[in-house]
């Protein structure tokens, strides 16, 4: 069945420091990829997405790339800031499984000034 | 913000009593789904609505129902609450599947002594 492993945490950046959270996938079908971020005592909002294989999400300069032959799609972010502090989940949707989202376990982030 | 408010956001309860928490959206967005958040395990899906009174179930629906008779709500019931039952539960709604965004409410979080 489709699922999806992100590494796990937590991650703790000084500020100004380069971000890697890394995630691999598995599916049936041809799924589109995506990266929620959850704020403490908040629900999960959409950080990015791509829906096909080498298409690059991007927003908040975060970045990831949709790889295909790697099933990857790992997050990045050149210089992290205290605010970027959460827990961040790797998700996939895929079309052939009834459009069911699933999702990684997290990643927490603590950035530190 | 999607408009999606949850009720209660916060519940203690016995076990064996039952519980319901509900989830109102604004958005007259066809779907919507019931997940619950556990340190380790991410978000799993309960059980999810493709429309009025069209409801499937999720990975961990055992325990769970759901109940949807208009389109702006969407009922997790517990039927009698156990321990392993405590956590905290989103409810996130789309208006397409696949390539569209969940948006997530704020959550519920619940404590089953």
């Given amino acids: 069945g489709d699922s999806v492993t992100q590494m796990e945490g937590p991650v703790t950046l000084s500020e100004e420091a380069f971000l890697t959270i890394n995630c691999t996938y598995t599916a049936t079908g041809y799924p589109s990829l995506f990266w929620y971020v959850q704020y403490p005592g908040e629900g999960l909002q959409l950080l990015l997405k791509a829906t096909k294989a080498d298409d690059k999400g991007s927003n908040k300069g975060f970045e990831a790339t949709y790889r295909k032959e790697t099933t990857s799609f790992h997050l990045e972010k050149g210089s992290v800031q205290v605010s970027d502090s959460a827990v961040y989940f790797c998700a996939l949707s895929d079309q052939r499984n009834g459009n069911q989202f699933y999702f990684g376990t997290g990643t927490s982030l603590t950035v530190i000034p | ?113």
């Avoid at chain 2, 066809?30 to 395990?41: A, V």
């Avoid at chain 2, 961990?60 to 389109?71: E, F, I, M």
């Avoid at chain 2, 965004?101 to 089953?112: A, I």
């Fill in chain 2, 1 to 113: 913000d999607a408009g999606i408010t949850q009720s209660p956001r916060h519940k203690v309860t016995e076990t064996g009593t039952p519980v319901t928490l509900r989830c109102h959206q604004t958005e007259n967005h066809r779907y919507m789904y019931w997940y619950r958040q556990d340190p380790g395990h991410g978000l799993r899906l309960i059980h999810y609505s493709y429309g009025v009174k069209d409801t499937d179930k999720g990975e961990v629906s055992d325990g769970y129902s759901v109940s949807r008779s208009k389109t702006e709500d969407f009922l997790l019931t517990l039927e009698s609450a156990t321990s392993s039952q405590t956590s905290v539960y989103f409810c996130a709604i789309s208006e397409t599947t696949g390539f569209g965004e969940l948006f997530f409410g704020e959550g519920s979080r619940l404590t089953v002594l």
